[in-house]
Each structure stands twice: as C-alpha cells, then as structure tokens.
C-alpha cells in the first residue's frame, strides 16, 4: 500500500464545488487511489492561489468545502485525529487522510488559531509557509529572512499538539533556523535533492542530512523541474535517481512519497514557469493511479521489496506513531 505525504486534491475539490459540483473525490479522484492502493494521504488546505488575494478568505473557503466534501464521502474517506485511527481506515477499507495547512499566511500572527484548527477541522500537518514571506517565517522567494519570534512560537505550539512539522516552501535561513530550535523530527514533504535538480524548493546536502539527524523524511516530488534541470529528463527514472542518491546520502529509513500530484491545476498558479506541457508532472506519473508503475520500476532498478515497503508507507506510519497525540 501507499502513503502519499503530500496533495492538493482540496485545491482542486473547491474550485468544482464553487462551480456547483458535488462528490468530487469520489468522482474524479477515488479511482486513481485504488488502482495503485493508496491507503493514506495527506491532504492539504493552500491558501495561496492565483485567483484570490485574500489569505484567510481563501482558507476559510477550502475548510468549508473540505468538510462538504468529507461528509459526503464518509463511506470512502476517514480522518486521522489520533495514531490509532490508521487502524480504522484499514479496517473499514477506507482511505485515511491527515488533515494539513501548506503555508499558514492565513493566520498572520495569531498562533492560537493553530489550536483551533487542531480541534475545530482536525488539522495535523502545517508548514509555515509556501513560497512567500509571512509573519512567520519566509519561503524561497525572499532570500533574506528567516524565523520570526512568533514563527518560534508557532513551532513550539505544533510540536506541543503533536502536529507534523513541514519544511518545504521555507528559504535557507528559515530552514536552518527552524532546525535549531526543533526538538521533534521534522519533515520535508514534498521537495527533492538539489544536487539532481538545481531549483530553490529542492534541498541541499547538509538539508538532507538535518532532516535525517532530526529523525524526519523527505517526500519524492513528481513535480517536473523538481526533478531534473533538463526538461528532455523529467522521466520516471530521474525521479528514481533522486531515490538512488538519498539512500546512499541519508538512508533508506529517510525516504518517502510527496508526489504533489496538481495537473488539475494550472502550472503558473503552483508557481512553475520551467514547463511547456500540459503536465507539470514527470512523464508517466501524473496522478495516483500511476503510482503503482513507478513500484514496478523501482523494482526493476533493484529496489527490495522491503525497501518499497519503507519508503511507500512504513516511514510514514514510523514517524507518525512518535509524534502524533
């Protein structure tokens, strides 16, 4: 089974529901998780979006399509609070999602805001930004910035709910200043090595290695530029390389699935400019029902069957049993 650490489907559910959809995980995304058996998934609430400018109203309109969404996908779909709840997905047949917030501009500097969001929508993954600066900290687009006094707080409250701390989007210094005060394993969930593709979202070696000291994973993106510079090398097997060269640099027990599936979305509004196809994703995977063709080539390229089983979903289920409460 699969445990993909990152998508967008929320992204891509409101913008069908404000056109009058209903039932649109069961209808244009359900079928993609069974054929390649993604079991589990985070789901995140991006609230940094071409059309809209207004943070907070554009979060406050996913959460309430999100949860639409859930209830009438109940019988396919069951939420995470606690550890234990994986067990009850399993159990039912039921796809587990874990509630995430990929960049939290929304809340500006009101941290208690994160705790509300823990108990009112069940939220248990947050990074604290995307690509952009906020009163928190700053992503890849401002090189000079790093962790604000409230971003330390912030930290201190989501290690403090158990909540699982996200690396990508954040610049360098924001980075490194996160790893100093962290005392939980921390996470990366959807970038790359940057040694393999050289773009600012992916991550340097002392990165990997941090993350890795710090007892957290690095999610494989699928996200084209992400994995190779060359758009003529944005296949299947580069995505592997990636693969190839984390193990040997931080190990196999490091690496997992971040794939950020978003071909529903347009390649400007995920801030990609380095693309002429219509996919934004690597050739041959572009949505959860190929995942199960990536396996059989890892296979292929020498990976173990216990080795797919890590990386696939028991780095995932690890790391989740120590942090989450």
């Known amino acids: ?32 998780f069974l054929k390649s058996k993604v ?7 991006w609230d940094d979006f071409e059309l809209f400018d207004n943070k907070k109203e554009r979060a ?6 999100m949860l639409e969404e859930f209830e009438e996908a109940s019988d ?26 990929e960049g939290l501009a929304h809340i500006g500097d009101n941290i208690d805001l994160i705790e509300k969001y823990y108990k009112d929508i069940n939220l248990r993954h ?12 700053s992503g890849i687009s401002d090189d000079k910035s790093g962790l604000s006094k409230i971003g330390q707080k912030t930290i201190e409250k989501i290690e403090e709910l158990g909540i699982l701390l996200d690396v990508s989007h954040l610049n360098e210094k924001s ?20 040694k393999l593709a050289n773009v600012k979202r992916n991550l ?23 994995v190779n510079d060359d758009e003529n090398n944005r296949k299947m097997d580069n995505l592997i390389d990636h693969m190839d060269y984390m193990k040997n640099l931080i190990g196999i027990e490091h690496i ?13 509004s995920v801030g990609l400019t380095d693309t002429k196809t219509d996919s934004v994703s690597v050739e041959g995977l572009s949505s959860e029902a190929d995942i199960s063709d990536l396996i059989n080539r890892m296979k292929e390229r020498g990976y173990s069957d216990k080795e797919i089983k890590l990386i696939s979903y028991e780095n995932y289920h690890n790391l989740l049993k120590k942090i989450m409460k």
Not at 256 to 268: K, Q, W
């Open 1 to 32: 089974m699969v445990f993909n650490g990152h998508s967008d489907i929320l992204s891509d559910i409101n913008l069908r529901r404000l056109k009058g959809e209903k039932n649109v995980f069961r209808n244009h995304h359900y079928e993609n």
């Open 39 to 45: 079991k589990s998934v985070i789901l995140v609430i």
């Open 60 to 65: 406050e309109q996913i959460i309430e399509s």
């Open 76 to 101: 396919i779909l069951n939420i995470v609070k606690k550890y234990e709840d994986f067990d009850k997905g399993f159990k039912e047949n039921k796809i587990n999602v874990l509630v995430g917030m």
């Open 126 to 137: 947050a990074s604290l930004t995307w690509n952009e600066k906020n009163a928190l900290a």
């Open 175 to 194: 980075f490194w200043d996160l790893a100093k005060i962290a005392s939980r394993p921390f996470v990366a969930s959807h970038s790359n090595a940057r």
């Open 204 to 226: 340097d070696d002392k990165q990997l290695l941090e993350i890795a000291k710090s007892g957290g994973l690095v999610g494989i993106n699928a996200i084209g530029p992400f």
């Open 256 to 268: 997992a699935f971040g794939f950020d599936f978003c071909d529903f979305l347009s390649a400007s």
